[in-house]
């Protein structure tokens, strides 16, 4: 299912990684919230894994780190 990102303002920039820190998906938030289905950029489910979620606000004076954990 959808994994929804909560307690963002709008237009906030959320860039997912791996722990290598290669970048599996970005985003930009709709109002309070973003959402990501579990799969990268090809399309493909992310492998079972601990994902960072970096999150900034467009002009970068909020920013914001946190951890996902996916397990398949």
């Known amino acids: 299912g959808e994994i929804i990102i909560t307690g963002l303002v709008e237009e906030t920039n959320v860039k ?3 722990v290598a820190g290669n970048l599996v998906y970005e985003t930009t938030s709709n109002g309070s919230q973003a959402s990501w289905n579990g ?3 090809s399309g493909k489910k992310v492998h079972t894994g601990v994902y960072l979620v970096f999150c900034a606000t ?10 996902i954990l996916i397990i398949h």
């Open 39 to 41: 799969k990268n950029f």
């Open 16 to 18: 997912i990684t791996d």
């Open 58 to 67: 467009p002009d970068g004076s909020q920013t914001h780190i946190t951890k």
